[in-house]
C-alpha cells in the first residue's frame, strides 16, 4: 500500500546521534596516545624526531578540544556536517603527524583509518567518501612527503620499496572496503530500528484502540442495569400519574433518553474485545473484523472459510490479537488498493496449521522484486521497479504487518498468483500460522471464563 511519507523517519539523520562530548573524548583519548608515543620514540627508543613540530601538531586537537568545550555545550547533538567537519580535522591532523614521523614507514599509519570508520557510523554517504578520499590522499602524499625517523645509530627508518607498496596497497583498500561496507551495515541497523519503531507505534495504537473499545464495552455492561431500572422505575410511575399528561410526558423522556443511552454504548462498544468472552472468537470472525473496514471501498472482498481434508468442521477459537488485526488490516488494505475489482480471502484450516491467502486480481509483484517484500525504505530501489506499479511508499506499511503477524508466531510469504496462460494474475499473500500456538482451545466458546478483570494501565 502507498504510505505516507513520515515526516520523522525521513527527516531522521544518523548524524544527528553523535554527541560532542563522545567525539572530544576519543580526541582525548588520540592526544593521549599520540603523547605516549613521541614521549617513548624520545627517551626509550632513542629516535631522532622533530619533537616542536610534532607538539605543536598534538597542541592544535588539544587547542580544538578547549575550544569547542568553551562554546558548546558537550551535550550539543552534531548535524552531519558539524561531524564531518570535525572528522576531516582529525583525519589532517593525523596526515600531518604521518608526515613528521616517517609517512608510511610509521606502523601507526594504520590509525588513518580510525576517522573512516567513524565517518562510516554517522555521517551521510558524502561525508563518508569526503572522509574516505582524504585518508587516501594522505597515505598517498606521505607516502613521497615526509621527515624520516632518524634511527639511533645514525640510520633511517625505511621501509623496503616492496613493504612500502603492499602497506599503501592495503590501507587504500581499508579506507575503501570499511568505509563502503560499514556505512552499508549501519544504513541498514538504522532503517531496521526505525521501522521496527513504526512497526512498535502501530502495534500500540492498534492496542490502545482494542483497549479503547474494552472500556466502553464494559461501560455498557455496567450502566445496563441502572439503565434498566431508571426504565422500570419510570414506567411504573407512569402508570401511578394517570391524569397527570405534563409529569407522564416527562417521565416518557426520561424512559427516552435511557433508551437513547442504552444504544450509544452499544454502537461505541460494539466490539467488545476486552470483555472476556468476546475477547476470544473463531477465525474467520477475527479475519473478517481485519477486513471489513476495507469492504466498502469500491472492490469486490470476498471471504471464504473451509477446512482442509480430514480437519474437524468446527473452526478454530482464537484471540483478537491486536497484532494479528492489524496486521492483516494492512495486508488486506494493500490488495484493496492495487485490485483491478475483487480481492479474495480464503481462511483454511487443518489439524496442525492455520492459513489465510489475501489475493487480488490486480498486476502482482515484479518478480525481481518478490525477495526484498516485506523490507523496510526500500529507497534505493531502482525507477521503473517498484514493489507495486504505481506504488510510491517505503515499504513500511508491508513490513509492519509482516513484523507484527510474525510476532503472533505465523510465517508470511509473498507470491504472484499463476494464470492458465502463464502470466500473472494478481499478488497474493500467504499468513500460516501453527495450530497450537494460535488457538485458545477446542471448546473455548464454552469454557468458563471467570470474572472479567480490571485494565491493567490506563488509557493515557
Known sequence: MAEPQHEWFMARRRGN???????????????????????????????????????????????????????????????????????????????????????????????????????????????????????????????????????????????????????????????????????????????????????????????????????????????????????????????????????????????QEADRCGAILRSMGRAGKDDLLLRRAPVEVVVREAAEPHMSRGKSVELHALADIGAAHEQPVILRRPEILHGLRNLIQNAVDFAASSVDIDVSWSETSITVRIADDGPGYPPGMIGRIGEPFMRNRPRGDEVRPGYEGMGLGLFIAKTLLERSGGSVDFANVSTRAGGLGGAMVMVRWARAGLEVGPNALNAGLGENQPFADGLG
Open 17 to 255: 546521534l553523535l554527541r560532542l562530548r563522545t567525539l572530544n573524548q576519543l580526541r582525548w583519548i588520540a592526544i593521549a596516545g599520540q603523547s605516549a608515543a613521541l614521549i617513548a620514540a624520545n627517551f626509550y627508543f632513542g629516535l631522532r624526531v622533530p619533537s616542536d613540530a610534532i607538539i605543536a601538531t598534538i597542541g592544535l586537537s588539544v587547542g580544538v578540544n578547549l575550544v569547542t568545550r568553551t562554546l558548546l555545550p558537550e551535550n550539543r547533538i552534531l548535524s552531519e556536517r558539524e561531524a564531518t567537519a570535525f572528522l576531516v580535522f582529525d583525519s589532517l591532523q593525523l596526515g600531518l603527524l604521518l608526515a613528521l614521523t616517517g609517512g608510511l614507514n610509521n606502523p601507526f599509519a594504520l590509525l588513518t583509518l580510525v576517522p573512516v570508520a567513524i565517518a562510516a557510523t554517522v555521517a551521510d554517504r558524502s561525508g563518508v567518501f569526503l572522509i574516505g578520499a582524504l585518508t587516501v590522499a594522505i597515505v598517498t602524499l606521505t607516502a613521497f612527503f615526509h621527515i624520516d625517523v632518524g634511527l639511533p645509530d645514525g640510520g633511517t627508518l625505511v621501509l623496503p620499496a616492496t613493504a612500502l607498496l603492499g602497506f599503501w596497497v592495503a590501507l587504500v583498500i581499508g579506507s575503501v572496503f570499511l568505509g563502503a561496507y560499514a556505512h552499508s551495515v549501519t544504513s541498514e541497523m538504522d532503517a531496521m530500528r526505525d521501522a521496527l519503531a513504526a512497526a512498535e507505534m502501530a502495534l500500540a495504537r492498534e492496542q490502545k484502540l482494542t483497549d479503547m473499545g474494552g472500556v466502553v464495552a464494559a461501560a455498557a455492561h455496567e450502566l445496563g442495569t441502572p439503565l434498566a431500572t431508571i426504565k422500570l422505575v419510570s414506567g411504573e410511575l407512569a402508570d401511578e400519574l394517570e391524569g397527570h399528561d405534563e409529569l407522564r410526558a416527562d417521565l416518557a423522556l426520561i424512559r
